[in-house]
């Protein structure tokens, strides 16, 4: 299978998704994460890089590969979540984490723990930037008001990675990390080729991601609020309740507000870069735990947006991930609830015995094998990506399991409508598989597509 030769490909065939791992590794300022078209991050190339700086970046790049190094154990594989190890529901137990969390504050609520309890001497995570109210910075978090600080959805552009060999710095220190499923595969990938940095990152924590709005998105919903960019003192896009309105407030105090539906459904989700229209994993199973929002359905088989207590959905991927969420659970930082999920695609031990970090030529889980059949081999996967693979081969919901179901349904749907806007030929021809994306812009397949439409394109 091939990849993308160099970071110049991965750039031209849009791939990028701006995770900003190439600038730390290029290092001594040959690179620089920069604003780019509508306001997506993108590396700027200050100084050419040499052959070997090239390779060292297309090997880890999560816009030419997918690949999730010593992430996965000997655990379950389901077809459409990846590794799972327990599946529920929950949220902070501290009220104030819960507010300000985007669903139920869970991943805040584990980033106190793994802080309180020493497990790691700092975190690495997407703050607001004090320069720019629509924009991230990466901040290293120390304590509690840091956590809260950075708590919450900021549905704009992040690169966490883009100096991610210095903050790890020389000094032995343990850093937890929390990131989009795509940086969280930079980094897993960053660790698993460098043994001596293995240890310093115990714990990735990441949520579902259903794509990277660009700045404009952002620009447009403040358009819609009537707040100029230059009135806006600080930004929030959702969470202070759940799902919590996007909320301006401006410099004579002044506060403008748009509810979730309409930030995220109605402008964001129009504005996503092309790299998320083909992810591969949107649902972070790289990470040690997942979390997303747990909605409850509505009436219409959507979920619903009412405005209620926060509750996230959260998956344990690996045995690391359990342990602490049940050692939070157990020191009360966390409330669980169970929530059933259906199993029946899952595979136990499947990701175990691949070798280590091989995720895209991992043993084909069982549910996945009626859509592979056509023109892959035994060691092809098939697309998650694709909208066809999803609708056929999603495992139905048994009863009792409508809020999870709901969450996958939702979550299909809204992916399978943004690839309605991409050319068809950029998602069959382009050969998109669990694991591994190649070359999406371009017209004719590089490789044979598992995909069943993929004999039509
Ligand atoms: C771009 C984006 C798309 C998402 N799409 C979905 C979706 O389709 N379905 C779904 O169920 N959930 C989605 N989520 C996740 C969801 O909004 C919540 O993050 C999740 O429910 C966990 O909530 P929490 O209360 O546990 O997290 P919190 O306690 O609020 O913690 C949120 C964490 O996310 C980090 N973070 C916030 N924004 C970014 C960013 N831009 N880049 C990197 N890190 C960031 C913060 O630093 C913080 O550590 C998305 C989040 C983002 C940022
Ligand atoms: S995805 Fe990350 S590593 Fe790859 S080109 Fe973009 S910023 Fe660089
Ligand atoms: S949809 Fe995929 S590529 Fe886009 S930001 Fe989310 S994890 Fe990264």
Not at 103 to 111: I, M, N, R
Not at 178 to 187: E, N, T, W
Not at 301 to 307: A, I, K, L, T, V
Not at 428 to 446: H, Y
Request: charged fraction near 25%.
């Amino acid at each position: 299978m091939r990849h993308p030769a160099d970071l110049r490909t991965i750039l031209s065939g849009d791939l990028c998704s701006g995770c900003g791992l190439c600038a730390s590794l290029a290092g001594d300022g040959k690179i620089d994460m920069e604003m780019a078209g509508p306001g997506y991050l993108r590396p700027a190339v200050r100084r050419a890089l040499t052959a070997e700086e090239d390779r060292a970046i297309v090997d880890v790049c999560p816009g030419a590969r997918i690949e999730g190094y010593g992430a996965r154990g000997n655990t379950a594989y389901h077809p459409v979540w990846g590794n799972v190890v327990e599946v529920r529901a929950g949220y902070s137990t501290d009220p104030e984490v819960r507010q300000v969390g985007s669903s139920g504050g869970v991943l805040s609520a584990l980033l106190l723990y793994l802080l309180e309890r020493g497990e790691v001497d700092d975190v690495l995570q997407n703050a607001p930037d004090p320069d720019n109210p629509i924009g991230n910075i990466t901040q290293k978090s120390r304590n509690r008001a840091d956590v809260l600080h950075a708590a919450g959805s900021r549905y704009a552009p992040s690169a966490p990675l883009a100096r991610i060999l210095d903050e790890m710095g020389g000094d032995g220190a343990r850093h937890g990390f929390v990131g989009k499923p795509c940086d969280v595969a930079g980094l897993r990938s960053l660790l698993g080729r460098n043994p001596a940095l293995k240890d310093r990152v115990p714990y990735v924590l990441s949520f579902m991601c259903a794509g990277m709005p660009s700045e404009n998105g952002s620009r447009e919903v403040l358009r819609r609020m009537d707040a100029l960019d230059n009135e806006v003192e600080s930004f929030r896009y959702r969470g202070n309740g759940w799902p919590g309105f996007a909320t301006a407030t401006l410099a004579d105090g002044t506060t403008r507000q748009m509810d979730y539906q309409s930030s995220w459904g109605g402008v964001l989700s129009k504005h996503l870069q092309f790299r998320c229209k083909i992810c591969p994993d949107g649902t972070g199973e790289f990470a040690d735990v997942t979390c997303a929002d747990a909605w409850y359905p509505g009436e219409d088989g959507y979920p619903s947006f009412q405005e209620q207590e926060g509750r996230s959905l959260i998956i344990t991927r690996t045995e690391r991930g359990e342990a602490l969420v049940a050692a939070a659970a157990e020191a009360g930082y966390i409330v669980l609830e169970p929530l059933p999920v259906a199993t029946s695609g899952a595979a136990k031990g499947a990701g175990a015995r691949a070798p280590a970090g091989d995720a895209a030529h991992g043993t084909a889980p069982s549910g996945l094998s009626r859509s592979r059949s056509r023109r892959g081999g035994a060691d092809a996967v098939a697309p998650t990506a694709c909208p066809e693979f999803r609708r056929h081969d999603v495992p139905a919901a048994a009863d009792g399991l409508s809020p999870f179901a709901e969450e996958v349904e939702y979550l299909m749907r809204r992916r399978a409508s943004s690839f309605r806007s991409v050319p068809r030929q950029d998602v069959c021809g382009g050969g998109i598989f669990r694991g591994q994306v190649f070359f999406g812009r371009l017209s004719r397949p590089l490789v044979p597509c598992t995909c069943p439409r993929s004999d039509e394109s």
